[in-house]
Structures are given as structure tokens and as C-alpha cells.
């Protein structure tokens, strides 16, 4: 066997802590090396051009790497070797930046332990054999769970791609956030003239399957083949029969079941549409309010039903759908505002949230669009707006900035002006975070031509005095305290993960962050795969983001959708357990421990014998560690070349 | 709650001067609840607001000071009725959990450290040990019609990972005790806010507007007394009140009681022993308009 080893500078990122000349000095000693030498990038196209010419020139038969983590260049060094013909298994990397420079400073000790890994390397290489992958059929169907804006840009972009979409919506009806907005920054123009269609578009798509009020339950498979569980909640509508007249809203004698679709500002009806633009325009008992579900008595819905679509009796029911990719969009959830006690939100009626104002704003929100205090209707003329309530604030765990809560101040600022044009708006802020294209402008127009003041500073209380709250804070520009007499105070609360992002999570097998975000697969060069293959994310499941960021990430996964089924076959990846079926004893504790189902026990001449699913197999080496006879092996990190390597870290 | 228990008792220096009507209606308010209060031997100042601005293994070793005797003597709470002594206790106790810190004070003080008693507030105590359920048991007297606002202060709660009680923005363990003694209670905005504090030295202005905030306030919600659980506060607001007056342009009277001469009243304990003779402001008006209001009521529901 012929090996290469060629050892990277990476610039300073390596050479700085490392000596790479002498590292690739020190593998030339090592068995099968024929030709080990440094090189300033090896990811470069020259520095892929040396490998290649080395493999032609020595006649390798596998080659050696030293550089970054296989996560950020493995798959171009293989397709490199490949390219000069040897197969890509045939390759091996040592990780000497993530591993040694970066987290050592003294050279010596680095370079030797560089040379360590190299060896440990090459010792695995000598006893790689070349893998094929299989290739496997896609299906070519996906599903986006969650319809909000970021869903419906995904779900209509793929649909409009020609593929079937699956889409699946937890509340009853799409729109998400986006749908509860008056107006949007920075343009103004109405938040539901310009989803409504597009909502519209959804509901019309031929392509396109919507299940509203319905959850994941569960997901299996792998890239190409997922089958999902989707659960149907219960809706004691029968949606096939339903046709959204309402007239059941107007009868219902149950009138003080929460409004959820405005914010808990106002109260709706137990069996309810929650907006007139709402898709599917269907209606949906809410079993906590509805006397008949309660006591057994009424039923009124079921008797002025014109199309007899009520059905108490209903229950759950859980659909199977097989899809080829997922694309995640299940959006944030608001900043619970009441940990912030001196703020009194929750206890002053007219302390309410960023959102709950904007449908106070709305048209078709509970006031009619007229601005009115909750506690006593009247208008107010006086409105603070305190910035970042659950945002850049350590003390309650959301250190992070939210990102739209300045642009949305703003327009409500803007929008106060116009509903109210002898108010006055206060503004208490920490910086003004508004980088977007016609951002800055926006807000500038809102402190100079409608008026709103600006306070640079923290508000430390508010508190109620006769009719008003007294909002006192500090004013770090005039280096004094501010006290402002408000009739209405609105906090601009930031975003935090939706509510059960972790379990989700859990169900996909993606990554999500101490705050529940989902992860990319790379913050820079990855920003809508995540780390399963065949899994995208769309829109504020990753961070707090506004519109156009959403739609854009939420066009970016269907790109990545499309891209992906534009391939008849995929190829699997040949790195999966194998099963030694003499060694096999049949005890089934690899089928036992995998965590995905790949394994099974199968009859091999009357004796059961264990058998991996090879497009089902993630290759983590679960049964590998546990088989008590050594008999399934992973592929490419077999005993064999495991004991080597540590019997060559253990020689020098 | 638990059998009476027995707690080491720090008076501070305020508790035998500026605010012995605070001390003595503690002990009365305690003994009528069947509390043992045993005060430490030889106690010393707890280092009040200057010593920790100095030196912190300084204030921290004058407190450790009082709690090693107290713990000497067999005692495993201490419990104390103001809240700067409480801080500066309550820190010590804290600080010393730093192997180093702890290294600095022993120096200071001697000798080894024993583990030191856990220190909390009378109201504390009052509301947690003996609960006001049970101190509802013992009125005999209630304050009906008696319109009270709780004031806290600003550290009787804060910092929270210090004090470890009640909520450090809306508390309303005193406020639970004065409706248990029959008092109205009636939601005080600002009370935690800071009353100006030791500045009535250095800057009089500042305590005025500060406090006079605190009796305006209290003023427009229409209540008939301030209740306190601090010597300082109660001293701005009772003693300070003319000059707060005076700057606010105001004519505010009103009565600023410490909760325990209140619970005491409501025990039907002896003026004497809660030192109502003591307070600036009269508040002799305040308990007589509370009787009338409870009698009109009663004649209405009567009548009703």
C-alpha cells in the first residue's frame, strides 16, 4: 500500500501553533508512507491539485490529510482523491486545528501531538478498504410543518416547483404571527392584504395537502423515505361538511371563551372561526368553554348547523404521511412578560404587550381599529413603549438581541400618530437596531416627522397614580431619571423559542440550542439544512427574525428541497454496520440498542441471525459496542482499525 | 406551623435609640405569639451603610462577630427586626462561605469560625415560622376600617439572592399580616421603592422629593396610615414628613406605624409597650377616623 500525507498550514491557523514541516517530516518515517509534505492550503484548488498530482505521481492507494474537523472539508477532500481516481474512503483526515493549534499555544507539545494523530491516521488508513455506496429511490413529496409565513413561502414555492406538499399547522387555521400584525415595517402596507392572498394560494394549491390543528406525533426514516404521524386534533367540526358560514359564532350562548387569535384582549365564542380571513375558514369547539362538552347541555351549534357538521362525539385521529424531505417552520413564541414584576404587566390592565397592541390597531380586532385602554375603554393620548422586554437581558436568560422589536416600535409609534394624531408616543430604548433595507429611515421618520420621543435608557418601574401609571426610568443621554405620565404603556416583548421546540427536536433528531432555537447546519454556509440530512428549517425556528428574513429563508429551503428531489436516486452512505453472519449468535441485543430501527433479527437456516438496514442504519456504532461476539461491525470504523490507532498513539 | 421556636435576637443600634418603639413592640408582638427571643450577649454594631463601603472583610467580620456568639450559645436562627442590620448579617453569612474570604475574617476576629446561624427578618419569621393565619388567632382587637398602605423599603427584600424572601418587586408578607390584624390593605404602588435613606444627612433635598413621593402617593390612594418594617424609612417619613411637606408644597398627616405597633394594637397589647408616644405624626386621629368608618359601616349593614 502507498500512502500520501499532506499536512496543512491553514495560513496561521495551524502553522501558528504547529510546525506542519515537521510533522510531515515525522510521517515520512511512518510504514506505507511514500510521500508526506506540508502545504499552505489544502483545501485551496492548488493545494487539491497536489494531492491529485501526488496520487497520479506516487500511484497512492489512500491519502492522509492534517487540517481542519472533517465536518468543514472531509466530503472535499474525498470528492479530490476521488477525482485522481482512488476511491473516496480511501482517505483519511487528523484534525490538527480544532484539535491542537487552536487550543494549545505551546509549539513543541503541539507538533508532537500532531505527529501523533497523523500516525493514528495512517495506522486507520493501512486497513481501509474502498466502500460503495447503494443508491436508493426518493420520495419525492415534503412536509413543512408549521404555516406561518415562513411555511407558506416554503409550502408555495415547492408546490409551484411541482412537488406534493404536505403542510401542518397546530392552530386552525395558517398565518402564524404574521396574520395577527396591523401593519408591517417599513413599508406600512397591511399585514393581511398581503398574506391573505398568499394564504388563499395555499388553500387553492392543487399541490398542496393542509392539515390545520394538527401536531407531529411522531417521525421515523431517513433522507428520501421519512414517514411522519400526524395527529388530528380534535375540532368537533366536521371540516368536510363545514363551510365557515359562522352562523353557529353567532348563536353560541357561550360568549367568554379566550380569544387567542387577538392576544387574550377581548373574549370570542366556545365554538369559534378565529379571523374572517382565516384558511381553512372552518370552526373549532373550544372544549374547555363549550357547555355542551362541559355539562352535556346546549348544543345550539349542532341545531342551527345548516350542513350538520357538528359531531360532539369526535376524538383524535392519527394520519400517516411518507415524504422525501421535512422543512421546519414552527416559528417563536413571545417573551412571557410577567417575570418582569416592576413593570406590573398582568396586574395593570393598561400594561399590555407589543402584539396585543397591534390588534388593538387592527381593523378587525377587538376595538374595530380604534385605540381603546383595556380598563376603561378610553383613548389614550399619552403611550409609552418600553423596548426590550425579554430582550439583551441576562438577569431573565434572554441575553440575546430579538432583532424586529425596534422596527416594530417604530411603526406602532408611526401608527399612534395616525390613529390618534394629537397623542404623544414615548419611546424607551438601548440602541436602535434597525440595519434592513429603509430600516434606519423608517425609524428616523418616526422620531422626526410623527414625533415620538426617544428615551435612551432602562425603565425601572411603573406604577399606577389616579388613572395614569407613572413610567420612571433612567435617561442615560441627559445622565437623569425620567418620569413620564402615561395613559397606556406597551411593552415590545422579545421572542423566544415556540413552546415544545426541545421535543420536537427530539422527534426530527436535529440540534436545538440552550434557548430552544433549532441549529443550522452551519451558522455561515448552512444556514437552512440542519445537521439530519433531508431536514431544512425555515423562518424564526432558528432565531428571532423578521418577514422578509423569514419568507427569504423560508424560499431558501424549498430551494434546497427542489435541489435535493431534482435527483432520481440518492446515494447511501456506505458507512453502516455490517453483520458477520457466522460470528452472529442471534442474542438481538443490537437490535435492542439501536436507536433507529436498523437492526433486525432475521431466520438464516432455521437460526435467527441479526440483518442491518442499510438505508436506515446513521452509522453510530451502538450495536457495533455492544454485540458480545464482535459480530457486526461499522464499516470504515471496524475493531481492527480502531486498536490500531491506539496501539499507535500508544508506540510513540 | 411549627412549635414556638427559639431565636437569637439583634436588636441593631437603631433598636435602642432612634427606633426603640420598634424594639419594644417586636418583643411585645413576639412574647404574645409565643416566642422566645433571646438576645445576643455582647452584640456589637452590625457595620451599618459605612463599614462594607470601606472594607467588605471589615463589615463582614463585624457581623460574623454576632452570629459566632450567637451560634456559641447554642442558638441556630437569628432574627432581627431591621433590614440594613438583616442585610449586613445575612452578607456576612454569605461572604464566608468563600474559603479565602472566610481565611481574612478569622484573622480578623481571632479564631476559627463555627457554622454560622441562618439569619432572617422578624417579618420573616412572623410570616413564615408563624404564619398569619395564626397571628389572625390572636387578634383581639381588629383593625377594621383602619386603611393601611405597606411600605417595605428597599432592602427588605433585595437583593433577592441575598434576602431570599418574598418578592423582591411586589412583596405582601406585611401586607398578609395586616389583613390578618383586620386592616385594609390597599395595593401601595411604590413599596419597595427607596425612601432617600441615610442621605437626610448629606442631602436633605434628595430625602425630600423621595419620600415625599412615598406620602403623596400614599396620600391619593386615601389610606389612613403608612405601615414600615424599617428604622430609616420610618424616620424619613414620620420625623422627615414637615420637611418633605415643606418642599412638595404639601399638607400631608400622616401616621407612619411600624406592622408590629399595629399587630400589637390589634393583640390589644398596652400603648406602653408599643410606644405609640414615640411616633411624630399623631396617630391618634388616624385610629379614631378607622373606628368611626368601621362603626358607619356596621350601622349600615344594620340598617341595610
Known amino acids: ?652 | 406551623m411549627s412549635s414556638p421556636r427559639t431565636y437569637a435576637y439583634y436588636p441593631g443600634c437603631s433598636g435602642l435609640g432612634t427606633s426603640m418603639e420598634y424594639d419594644i413592640s417586636t418583643r411585645a408582638v413576639c412574647k404574645a405569639l409565643g416566642m422566645t427571643l433571646t438576645d445576643i450577649p455582647d452584640w456589637s454594631c452590625c457595620g451599618s451603610t459605612p463599614a462594607h463601603t470601606v472594607d467588605h472583610s471589615f463589615s463582614t467580620a463585624l457581623s460574623a462577630r454576632n452570629l459566632k456568639i450567637a451560634a456559641k450559645a447554642g442558638l441556630s436562627t437569628v432574627t432581627t427586626p431591621c433590614p440594613s442590620c438583616l442585610t449586613n448579617l445575612k452578607t456576612a453569612g454569605k461572604n464566608v462561605k468563600d474559603a479565602e474570604f472566610k481565611k481574612k475574617v478569622e484573622i480578623l476576629l481571632d479564631g476559627q469560625l463555627p457554622e454560622l446561624p441562618e439569619v432572617m427578618s422578624v417579618l420573616q419569621a412572623l410570616y413564615e415560622d408563624i404564619g398569619a393565619d395564626v397571628v389572625a388567632e390572636h387578634v383581639k382587637k381588629p383593625l377594621t376600617g383602619l386603611k393601611v398602605a405597606c411600605y417595605y423599603g428597599c432592602i427588605m427584600n433585595r437583593p433577592p439572592e441575598v434576602m431570599e424572601f418574598d418578592d423582591p418587586e411586589h412583596p405582601i408578607a406585611m401586607d398578609k399580616l395586616m389583613e390578618a390584624a383586620g386592616a385594609t390593605v390597599i395595593p401601595f404602588p411604590l413599596k419597595v421603592e427607596c425612601c432617600g435613606a441615610s442621605l437626610g444627612v448629606a442631602r436633605k433635598d434628595v430625602v425630600a422629593k423621595l419620600t415625599g413621593k412615598l406620602i403623596d402617593t400614599a396620600a391619593g390612594l386615601g389610606v389612613d396610615a403608612l405601615v414600615t418594617a424599617c428604622p430609616l424609612c420610618q424616620m424619613n417619613l414620620d420625623l422627615r414628613q414637615d420637611q418633605a411637606n415643606a418642599a412638595l408644597g404639601t399638607r400631608h398627616r400622616i401616621p407612619v406605624f411600624y406592622y408590629t405597633q399595629l399587630l400589637g394594637l390589634a393583640f390589644d397589647l398596652p400603648e406602653e409597650a408599643l410606644g405609640l408616644d414615640k411616633l411624630c405624626v399623631d396617630p391618634h386621629h388616624a385610629l379614631e377616623t378607622a373606628k368611626e368608618r368601621a362603626q358607619n359601616t356596621k350601622v349600615r349593614e344594620e340598617t341595610a
Open chain 1, 1 to 652: 500500500m502507498k500512502i500520501g500525507v499532506f499536512v496543512c498550514h491553514c495560513g496561521s491557523n495551524i502553522a501558528g501553533a504547529v510546525d506542519p514541516a515537521k510533522v510531515a517530516e515525522s510521517a515520512r518515517a511512518l510504514p506505507d508512507v511514500v510521500i508526506a509534505t506540508d502545504t499552505l492550503y489544502a483545501c485551496s484548488e492548488p493545494g487539491q491539485q497536489g494531492i491529485i498530482d501526488a496520487v497520479k505521481e506516487y500511484e497512492l492507494d489512500g491519502v492522509v490529510v492534517a487540517s481542519c474537523t472533517p465536518r468543514m472539508h472531509e466530503a472535499t477532500f474525498r470528492r479530490a482523491v476521488e477525482r485522481a481516481g482512488i476511491n473516496r474512503y480511501m482517505f483519511e483526515m487528523a484534525n490538527i486545528r480544532e484539535h491542537v493549534s487552536w487550543i494549545g499555544k505551546d509549539k513543541e507539545a503541539n507538533t508532537n501531538k500532531a505527529a501523533e494523530l497523523v500516525g493514528m491516521a495512517v495506522e486507520k488508513l493501512r486497513r481501509d478498504r474502498p466502500l460503495i455506496p447503494k443508491q436508493f429511490d426518493i420520495n419525492k413529496r415534503v412536509m413543512i410543518i408549521g404555516g406561518g409565513v415562513a411555511g407558506i413561502q416554503a409550502a408555495l414555492d415547492c408546490a409551484d416547483g411541482g412537488l406534493e406538499v404536505i403542510l401542518v399547522e397546530k392552530t386552525s387555521s395558517i398565518g402564524g404571527k404574521m396574520a395577527k400584525l396591523d401593519k408591517t415595517f417599513p413599508t406600512v402596507d397591511c399585514s393581511s392584504c398581503i398574506l391573505g392572498p398568499r394564504m388563499v394560494d395555499v388553500a387553492q394549491h392543487p399541490n398542496i395537502t393542509l392539515y390545520a390543528y394538527s401536531e407531529i406525533e411522531s417521525i421515523s426514516g431517513y433522507v428520501g423515505n421519512f414517514q411522519a404521524n400526524i395527529r388530528k386534533k380534535t375540532t368537533y367540526v366536521d371540516w368536510e361538511l363545514c363551510t365557515g358560514c359562522g352562523l353557529c359564532m353567532e348563536k353560541c350562548p357561550s360568549k367568554k371563551s379566550t380569544d387567542h387569535f387577538n392576544e387574550k384582549v377581548g373574549v370570542t365564542t366556545a365554538i369559534n372561526i378565529p379571523f374572517p380571513q382565516a384558511i381553512p375558514k372552518k370552526a373549532v369547539i373550544d372544549a374547555e368553554f363549550c357547555t355542551k362538552l362541559i355539562k352535556g347541555k346546549c348544543g345550539v351549534c349542532a341545531k342551527v348547523c345548516p350542513s350538520k357538521a357538528i359531531k360532539y362525539e369526535m376524538e383524535d385521529e392519527v394520519v400517516t404521511e411518507n415524504v422525501g424531505a421535512v422543512v421546519v417552520a414552527t416559528g417563536f413564541d413571545l417573551f412571557d412578560y410577567s417575570v418582569y414584576g416592576e413593570y406590573g404587566a398582568g396586574k395593570y390592565p393598561d400594561v399590555i404587550t407589543s402584539l396585543q397592541y397591534e390588534r388593538l390597531l387592527s381593523a378587525s380586532g377587538p376595538t374595530g381599529g380604534h385605540i381603546k385602554r383595556p380598563s376603561d375603554g378610553k383613548e389614550p393620548k399619552n403611550i409609552v413603549f418600553i423596548q426590550c422586554v425579554g430582550s439583551r437581558d441576562k438577569s431573565v436568560d434572554r441575553p440575546y438581541c430579538s432583532g424586529f422589536c425596534c422596527m416594530y416600535t417604530a411603526k406602532q409609534a408611526i401608527l399612534t400618530k395616525d390613529h390618534i394624531p394629537d397623542s404623544q408616543s414615548y419611546v424607551f430604548y438601548m440602541d436602535i437596531r434597525s440595519p434592513g433595507k429603509m430600516y434606519d429611515e423608517f425609524t428616523r421618520r418616526a422620531m422626526e416627522e410623527y414625533g415620538a420621543r426617544y428615551i435612551r435608557g432602562r425603565v425601572a418601574m411603573v406604577y399606577p397614580k389616579g388613572e395614569k401609571y407613572i413610567v420612571r426610568g433612567a435617561d442615560t443621554l441627559m445622565g437623569t431619571t425620567a418620569e413620564i405620565e402615561a395613559d397606556l404603556v406597551v411593552l415590545a416583548v422579545g421572542a423566544e423559542a415556540a413552546k415544545g421546540s426541545p421535543q420536537l427536536a427530539e422527534k426530527l433528531r436535529i440540534s436545538y440550542d440552550k434557548y430552544g432555537f433549532f441549529m443550522e447546519g452551519h451558522p455561515k454556509l448552512k444556514p437552512v439544512e440542519t445537521n439530519t440530512a433531508g431536514v431544512y428549517l425555515a423562518g424564526a425556528c432558528q432565531g428571532p427574525k423578521d418577514i422578509p428574513s423569514s419568507v427569504a429563508q423560508g424560499s431558501a429551503a424549498a430551494a434546497k428541497v427542489l435541489g435535493l428531489f431534482s435527483k432520481d436516486k440518492l446515494e447511501s452512505d456506505p458507512q453502516v454496520s455490517h453483520v458477520e453472519i457466522k460470528r452472529c449468535v442471534g442474542c438481538g441485543k443490537c437490535v435492542e440498542t439501536c436507536p433507529f430501527g436498523a437492526v433486525k433479527l432475521v431466520d438464516f437456516r432455521g437460526m435467527p441471525k441479526a440483518e442491518v438496514i442499510e438505508t436506515v442504519c446513521q452509522g453510530c456504532g451502538i450495536c457495533a459496542v455492544t454485540c458480545p461476539q464482535g459480530a457486526i461491525q461499522l464499516e470504515h470504523f471496524t475493531d481492527n482499525q480502531i486498536l490500531a490507532e491506539v496501539n499507535a498513539l500508544c508506540r510513540s
